[in-house]
């Protein structure tokens, strides 16, 4: 370990790991972009890494990056010690613009990373410093890829033709000519297999989910948080002990119990069914955001004349609209993307939630880019509402967590 906290020695390691790691990320993208198959090269990312760690270490570092980048970009379209095997016959152009990204892609977070760093010995703070920036920059790529791949593959897939997909089914790449007939997946979901019927469905029965869910957990929470009551610690912390629970468990009843009082198959019994999977959780985040308002505000409502009812309504939940919002984003989340009960309640195609209709895809029968299509209308919706909405979520759930 001493050994490596030498400036020099430092240096060169994490350049050679972090070429590494984007050649490995450059590689990927020329890959599902163009269709061609790239690979990192171990010589060459050895090699070039060396040398962007040395030009970083000992050139200035406001220029650095951008000579860095040049110096491999250019190495990358000429040299045989490329960090990148392309297949042959790639275009230029493509081939400069990989080399571009590799180059910027290498030189500015590198020079971050080593930003501080001299040739000689190292103090810990400052070795520990630039190892913490390198794992922090292969953590977001890592994170980055997860979220981002899967995805692009859905997309990629969905706009694919039958032909294209037999032809080569690890293309990734989008033929942007063919115009709108790149969307005909999408046309064909809404005009032969029902999907706006279905989109309808599960936006209604996750609305009125919300509805109900905050009508029994609104009043439930508020008054764990605020009145008192025998058993009020106990239920208090049984509110989740219904989560221990698999629902797996549960199907079999509740499809038995469906099926004698003739709900099965009926959206109704969906949306009777649906809220007690969200109450618990409801009340369970709303309480302790209760707990964290001020009474001191609610007791002034109760000398002013208000009810109980009164201040519930006039000051308790204006004050809660944050986590109403993120509770409400949360249950909705719940009931769109629920299948299970859905799967096993649901036979009419005429009645089916949107994952079921997703679910109805998966067959030999339909063309692969349906399925990746209709999973993609499934996520937009709800992806498009969590990031709208997404500064309410995060201020209910972090508020009232240092009090109850």
């Given at each position: 370990?001493?050994?490596?906290?030498?400036?020099?020695?430092?240096?060169?390691?994490?350049?050679?790991?972090?070429?590494?790691?984007?050649?490995?990320?450059?590689?990927?993208?020329?890959?599902?972009?163009?269709?061609?198959?790239?690979?990192?090269?171990?010589?060459?990312?050895?090699?070039?890494?060396?040398?962007?760690?040395?030009?970083?270490?000992?050139?200035?570092?406001?220029?650095?990056?951008?000579?860095?980048?040049?110096?491999?970009?250019?190495?990358?379209?000429?040299?045989?010690?490329?960090?990148?095997?392309?297949?042959?016959?790639?275009?230029?152009?493509?081939?400069?613009?990989?080399?571009?990204?590799?180059?910027?892609?290498?030189?500015?977070?590198?020079?971050?990373?080593?930003?501080?760093?001299?040739?000689?010995?190292?103090?810990?703070?400052?070795?520990?410093?630039?190892?913490?920036?390198?794992?922090?920059?292969?953590?977001?790529?890592?994170?980055?890829?997860?979220?981002?791949?899967?995805?692009?593959?859905?997309?990629?897939?969905?706009?694919?033709?039958?032909?294209?997909?037999?032809?080569?089914?690890?293309?990734?790449?989008?033929?942007?000519?063919?115009?709108?007939?790149?969307?005909?997946?999408?046309?064909?979901?809404?005009?032969?297999?029902?999907?706006?019927?279905?989109?309808?469905?599960?936006?209604?029965?996750?609305?009125?989910?919300?509805?109900?869910?905050?009508?029994?957990?609104?009043?439930?929470?508020?008054?764990?948080?605020?009145?008192?009551?025998?058993?009020?610690?106990?239920f208090s912390r049984s509110i989740l002990l219904i989560y221990m629970v698999p629902l797996i468990v549960l199907a079999l009843p509740i499809y038995i119990v469906y099926s004698m009082t003739g709900l099965r198959n009926t959206v109704s019994g969906l949306i009777l069914i649906y809220p007690v999977t969200t109450i618990p959780v409801a009340l369970y985040m709303l309480q302790g955001y209760f707990r964290g308002l001020p009474e001191e505000v609610e007791e002034a409502g109760l000398m002013d004349g208000l009810s109980r009812l009164k201040v519930i309504w006039k000051i308790t939940l204006p004050l809660a609209l944050p986590a109403l919002v993120s509770v409400s984003l949360y249950i909705f989340m719940i009931a769109w993307n629920e299948f299970l009960l859905a799967f096993m309640l649901l036979d009419d195609p005429n009645k089916f939630t949107l994952t079921r209709g997703v679910s109805m895809l998966n067959s030999s029968e339909i063309p692969r880019q349906h399925l990746m299509a209709g999973s993609v209308i499934a996520t937009v919706p709800v992806m498009v509402l969590f990031l709208t909405l997404e500064r309410f979520m995060t201020r209910g759930l972090t508020a009232g967590s240092v009090k109850g």
């Amino acid at each position: 370990m001493n050994a490596l906290r030498h400036g020099l020695v430092t240096s060169l390691l994490l350049g050679v790991l972090w070429l590494m790691v984007v050649a490995t990320t450059v590689a990927v993208v020329i890959s599902f972009t163009t269709g061609d198959a790239a690979r990192p090269a171990l010589l060459g990312c050895v090699v070039m890494g060396l040398v962007a760690g040395l030009l970083t270490l000992f050139i200035n570092h406001k220029v650095a990056a951008w000579v860095i980048g040049l110096a491999l970009a250019i190495a990358f379209v000429y040299s045989p010690l490329s960090p990148i095997v392309l297949a042959e016959g790639l275009e230029s152009s493509r081939k400069l613009i990989a080399g571009i990204l590799l180059g910027v892609s290498t030189a500015i977070p590198l020079e971050y990373m080593l930003r501080g760093l001299g040739p000689g010995k190292l103090t810990r703070h400052v070795f520990e410093e630039a190892v913490i920036r390198f794992l922090l920059g292969v953590g977001y790529i890592f994170f980055t890829a997860i979220v981002l791949v899967p995805f692009y593959v859905m997309v990629m897939t969905s706009l694919k033709s039958q032909q294209a997909l037999l032809k080569n089914p690890l293309d990734f790449s989008i033929d942007f000519t063919q115009g709108t007939a790149l969307f005909r997946s999408y046309f064909e979901l809404f005009t032969q297999f029902n999907f706006g019927q279905y989109l309808w469905t599960s936006f209604y029965v996750s609305v009125l989910t919300v509805v109900i869910t905050l009508l029994f957990s609104v009043p439930g929470a508020y008054a764990v948080a605020r009145l008192e009551f025998r058993g009020r610690a106990a239920f208090s912390r049984s509110i989740l002990l219904i989560y221990m629970v698999p629902l797996i468990v549960l199907a079999l009843p509740i499809y038995i119990v469906y099926s004698m009082t003739g709900l099965r198959n009926t959206v109704s019994g969906l949306i009777l069914i649906y809220p007690v999977t969200t109450i618990p959780v409801a009340l369970y985040m709303l309480q302790g955001y209760f707990r964290g308002l001020p009474e001191e505000v609610e007791e002034a409502g109760l000398m002013d004349g208000l009810s109980r009812l009164k201040v519930i309504w006039k000051i308790t939940l204006p004050l809660a609209l944050p986590a109403l919002v993120s509770v409400s984003l949360y249950i909705f989340m719940i009931a769109w993307n629920e299948f299970l009960l859905a799967f096993m309640l649901l036979d009419d195609p005429n009645k089916f939630t949107l994952t079921r209709g997703v679910s109805m895809l998966n067959s030999s029968e339909i063309p692969r880019q349906h399925l990746m299509a209709g999973s993609v209308i499934a996520t937009v919706p709800v992806m498009v509402l969590f990031l709208t909405l997404e500064r309410f979520m995060t201020r209910g759930l972090t508020a009232g967590s240092v009090k109850g």
